[in-house]
């Protein structure tokens, strides 16, 4: 059992997180301007990192999003931090 | 015979004796034994057969290291299988049998033994081909295996599953595990103590010895008290199995009831001790040959004495006491020491010097030993070819090892691993340097527990490549020294496929005893040292556990737990009969489910719709946001007012569908299905954090906290009057909303339809709900209405071409598809999943598209696959949703077709298991295509 | 190469075994080959051997980091099944089925191909529904699949849980007789031996560090035994294939995952089929040595890291006790993770990619071990010929941005 800590409410089980995405990723707009390619990149495309990785998690049980750094090789959390513009309203 | 029950040593209640049988001889032991150690002293001596070849085997060691001694046991009319005889306390009236034979004593497959030359490792992979594998698995299947299960021993789910926290847990409750526990509870530390054994002391408990200047007991005692008094506690008959990640172990603790748990602490001290390695010698694995270390484990324990004429072949220290003790209990002892440089001879006990053992001799079990060219007549030798400590935990959390001369093992590396290794699990072996570890481990200041004796002296010994004769390495899966050659030979060669090759260390003891061995035979027969030829790699568990342990109470209706409905007892007074739909348990109907969709359509029809999920929207952003996250438009939807729509994947493919309701300009309620609810929450949450500004909108899923029961039909309008509904819920049209109250209970009714008919949705707050419930059933008496269940609804949304996500659409369904294409069309704003609606393939014209079929006879099987009527057969599509009609007599069925839209009026073949029959692509909507019952 | 032949192993048995050579040699690797392919386990072995036995292509290494057979060849539950839904996936799951109905003859090297079938079994007339859609698409597909009612399931499994409040009653479901399980080391070690014999250089404990090219084609790879040239390289190295093809500026659709499996101690036979159990999600064999070999859904993080986790180990082993409680009695053995390269869409990537002369094999997930003479088969027909295998077009990387996804969980329900 993974412990991930929540910005907004602490520590807890990783059962209560779901993956949502790599971090970084920008959603290509206007549609009728986006290629297939760069589309299904955004859609799919994965670096999946060995070592350091940024992600996105949900925390399901208080449905915030939040931004953890880890290293998906030891497992271990590096950081936790909600989406930029978050973690002041929460404070 | 030759093992004895000693007149007074040993901790068993000797005025309690236990019958137990094995192999259906009786036996009596007492109060207190294993189901070893008494059959060790009942001079049984022939506890079971090996794996592969059948050769007898007889006990080896204690604990969770014996290969050999494992039973099915019977008792209280069940058996339970391949029981470890070490660690199973004797019952009255057991029933032990020795397990893959039919008899251990007799087991006329020990013939295979003769052809042992002609089965070496790997020998099934070179034969058994012709006629194919299938032809031979069923013999081999029937002679591999351990014990039988037992059908009828179902084990009741209920372990329970507890979790603790601690600052200090110390798996193993020795002298360094013991001083650990004491250094730490004297600061104030709450500490877990475990041991695998009933009682704490380790190794203290067999081989004794003073402590601070006092007898081991008090001072195992005394650590007890300040662990406890600290806040702590000390769990014996645990097994610490597993380590895992972010400093989590896993315990399971056995007794009256077993327990499971999980563990976290601040640290961890790993005091885990060692396991005797055996010796390699001819025919090392007959009955006879065994662990000195156990056979002084059984003696003091158990007064269980392994022999009489005992030849004990060691090179290290730690035997010496072990000979000393037997010859006290009146064996004749002789001991033979690898080394020149040994001890003193201790009383009684004859040490021969610089010898050790060539081969065992003895059919069945040992009869003597030939050492140093002498032939010495023995019933029992004990061996110890030194300790490999019990760094399993330390490799769990990724520790690494080290080689270690002088220990002569693989210890744990400081620093690559969070555990703190102490005592005998680092190599330490002694009790005064155990103790002393051990108290540092424990974050111990000052001077650590004092004890006489040095630190044991021992020689490297290892299995000899040019050894002559059958030298086991692995004596469960009859893995032999020329075995591992052979893997040499053939350039199986890495210790992983030597593993594999061999399935050396692969038997339920794990390889406890026969890893190292493995390993530094390979090592020599490849010209490498240990560390280059390295270690497979360790993983939970440390000891086999019960399934029950990792299943706990998870089982039955606490697995993936249902989800009910505040009204069930309600319907269940109705006589409903009940479902499982989407992980809730809803009336899949109350008497029959035609008769409730006909009458539905002829009066009313109540149901229950509860679990369609409720999600509120609201605040200025709340139009916004929903836009950007559903496929149809909904800021143009007026307040009071209901629209239908999807919601897609980033993917393009039809997530959900359900209806909007706009309360007012910056609140909406947005249904979605009972099973997809967390997954639109989670859509909406992730898009109003992401790209939009949060403190404008927000989401909040109330299904639970609202119940609501539809009612549906020509005469909802006349039931809903009945029943007493204001005016302003009778008055709705089709697709409008009013917020309201009924008497002073916040209702919530909606006009929209999953029927087909006039339908009202009526919500109110769960509390609320057996009052609305009785009101509407007291109508329902009055006016000959239907409660009708989920079967019943399934038909009426079917007869109106109705789909339900994830039956009428798949992973590749598309809003076009299912004939909403018009929004992919027209908008020109971004929306979730817009450019995935655009790809080469969602583009193309014959994508699988709904459609309705119209058949004669039955209903079509849903799951049949449509097929050309003429060409050879493959899929066009598949029955979706398939009914028999009462409204319209005939059967109406849905189904996702290629180019189903072209294809409008075509006859198409239906295949289903073999059978054919035919059937015309129609429009989905078999009933009311106009809609007119809706516009009521 | 030594013939494997039940004469062969009395004739050694007489002589002490003196006689059996390394199944494979263990050269060192030659500065060129006229094809090089990455990664040492099943795919990769079989990927050599059928381009020297198919196109006589035999200047060819197969490059190893550890031992062969040591990812996820090594790692699985050995089921072997073409139960599919979709024709493309039934194409190559049955392509690979096929060959291992034949594969212990062709190496001479017993896999141990146990056909005892596979239930795929429902518990809600709903599955039961998606079950009929199955076993027609694989009827149509030309597949042995047929649909199994009620009791002629519970005659095979006669210890499902058949309490009258058992929570997931079994219904029936798919059944594939020719399904079964194998020997998953032998696949691995039996290609080896029979590529080594046929002069592929299997070259172990070698890391590829990096890939060499002109831009437009792949001239060979630095490895930490020094530069190999090529023009041909194919990589069958699961979740390590984005690492590799990444600074080649290549970007695959490929997440981490660990999947874990368990196996019991040793029994007397006691389940003679395989079972995937829709209610619970677990999955269950009986081996030839009578352990049960079971497992479940991956693990919920993302991970590189060959460790499971307690919560799913919780969930697999609940859901095989709900489904056969007298499995209570039975202790855990072992239990191990592998790191399953997992696509969008859970079929595999097979085709060309970035330069001339790459081609990939990989983006199996859970699936792998099944389709390795297939995934050798086609990647094999790929290098030798520089095309696509028509069994292989369909999973050319370019379906992703086409939106042409083989989603079987999304077809059937079912995931793989």
Sequence with gaps: MQIFPCPFCG??????????AEAGKHRPEPAPEVTDTAWSDYLYGADAPKGRAREVWVHLTCGEFLLLTRDTVTREVLDAAALPGRGEAAT | MSGWRHPTLGQIDRDRHL????????????????????????????????????????????????PNALFDVGHGGISTPNCRATLTPLRDGMDLRAVNTRKAARDPLGLLDLAQRFLPAGFYYKTFMAGGWMRWEPMIRRMAGLGRLDPSNRPSGDMPQRNARCDLLVIGAGPAGLAAARAAAGH???????????????????RGGEIEGGPWQDFVADTVQKVEAAGGRVLTDTTLWGAFDHGLFAAWQRGARDFHWRIRAAKVVLAAGAIERPLWFANNDLPGVMSAEAALHHLVLYGAVAG???VLATGNDGSYPVAAALAEAGCHVTLLDAREDTPAAPEGVEVRRGVAIDAARGTRSLGAVRAGGQHIDADTALVSGGYTPSVHLHCQTGGKLDWDVDRDALIPRPGTSPLIPAGAANGTFGLNAALAEGHAAGGGMGSAPNAAGATWALAPMRPDPKGRGRVWIDPQNDVTLKDVKLAAQEGYRSVEHLKRYTTLGMATDQGRSSNFAGLAAMAALTGRTIPETGTTTYRPPFTPIPLTALGGMRRGALFNPLKRLALEPQHAALGATFGEYGGWRRPAKYSDTQAEAKGARETFGLYDASPLGKIEVIGPGAAELLDFCGYVAMSTLKPGRARYGFMLGENG?????????????????LSASSSHVDHVRLILEEARQDRFDPSRVFVHDVTAQWVTLSVSGPQARTALETAGMPDDVTALRHMQVVETRWTQVPLRAARVSFTGDACWELSVPARHAPGLMTVLEGAREALGGHWIGLEALMILRAEKGYILIGKDTDGITMPQDLGWGRPRERRQDEYFGRRALFTPEAMREDRRQLVGLDCDGAPLPTGAHLVPLDGPARSLGFVTSSYHSPTLNRSVALALVDAGLDRMGDTLGVFHLGQHRTARICAPCAFDPEGTRLAD | MTRYSALALAREGLRGHRGWRPAWRKPDPKPAYDAVIIGGGGHGLATAYYLAKNHGVRRVAVLEKGWIGGGNTGRNTTVIRSNYFYPESVALYDLALRLYEGLSKELNYNVMLSQRGMLIAAHTPMQMEICARIANAMMLNGVDGSLMGPQEARARLPLLNDAPDARYQCLGGVWQGRAGIARHDAVAWGYARAASALGVDIVEGTTVTG???????????????????????????????PGLVAPLGIRLPIHDYALQAFVSEPVKPMLDTVLLYLGTGTYVSQSDKGEL?????LDRVPTHGQRGNLPVQETIVSGLLEMFPAFGQLKL??????????????????GPAGPEGLFLNCGWGTGGFKAIPAGGWLLAHMLATGAHHEVSRPFDLTRFAEGRLIDEAAGSGIAH
């Design chain 1, 11 to 20: 520590p807890r089980d990783e059962t209560e997180f779901h993956f949502a």
């Design chain 2, 19 to 66: 019958r137990f049988t094995f192999d259906g001889e009786g036996h009596t032991g007492y109060a207190g034994d294993t189901l070893a150690s008494a059959l060790l002293a009942s001079g049984t001596r022939v506890l079971g057969r090996s794996f592969k070849y059948h050769r007898p085997r007889g006990l080896w060691g204690l604990g969770g290291e014996e």
């Design chain 2, 188 to 206: 104030g530390a709450t500490v877990w103590l475990l041991d695998e054994a009933g009682a704490p002391g380790g190794t203290l408990r067999w």
């Design chain 2, 308 to 310: 009489r004429r005992i």
């Design chain 2, 653 to 669: 493919v039809v997530a959900d569908d359900g209806v909007t309701l706009r309360l007012d300009d910056n609140r909406f309620i």
């Design chain 3, 211 to 241: 890939i060499s090219t002109t831009g437009a084609r792949i001239t060979g790879v630095e490895t930490d035994r020094g530069p190999i040239a090529c023009d041909r390289l194919g990589i069958a190295a699961a979740g390590a294939t």
């Design chain 3, 293 to 297: 070999v079971f497992g479940g859904g």
């Design chain 3, 333 to 350: 053995l072992r239990q191990w993770a592998g790191v399953v390269d997992v696509v969008p869409d859970s079929s595999p990537i097979l």
